[in-house]
């Protein structure tokens, strides 16, 4: 079992920049990905960023390639997201989601890949 919880959400203004936190406690050996995904009221949960837990390889989702980086701190077994030049587009809730190992294969970006997920925290961009 695996336990993730977020932190960092809050307001801030477009153009500006936010770093979201996940610390992942339990066994963080057994996992493949841990991933990003965010969620409006209007839309359905999308993929924004995962990275592969064996060799932090990542991915991005298109339309936040160049400005969100996903990193780890593997000590802490910590995944952060650093948003830049934040647009009043991504207001959503961000969740922080953990992917097992299995046997089959993929890519880390759809939501079925993933076992675990955290509450969620807020982000508001205002324009």
């Known amino acids: 079992q695996v336990q993730v919880v977020e932190s960092g959400g809050g307001l801030v203004q477009a153009g500006d920049s936010l770093r979201l936190s996940c610390a992942a406690s339990?066994?963080?050996?057994?996992?493949?990905?841990m991933g990003w995904f965010r969620q409006t009221p209007r839309k359905e949960r999308e993929f924004v960023a995962r990275i592969r837990w064996s060799d932090s390889s990542t991915y991005y989702a298109d339309s936040m390639k160049g400005r969100f980086t996903i990193s780890r701190n593997n000590a802490e077994s910590t995944l952060d997201l650093q948003m830049n030049s934040l647009k009043p587009e991504d207001t959503a809730i961000y969740y922080c989601?953990?992917?097992?190992?299995?046997?089959?294969?993929?890519?880390?970006?759809?939501?079925?890949?993933?076992?675990?997920w955290g509450q969620g925290t807020q982000v508001t961009v205002s324009s």
């Open positions: 339990g066994r963080t050996s057994s996992l493949k990905y």
């Open positions: 989601a953990a992917a097992k190992i299995r046997s089959t294969w993929s890519t880390g970006s759809r939501l079925d890949d993933y076992d675990y």
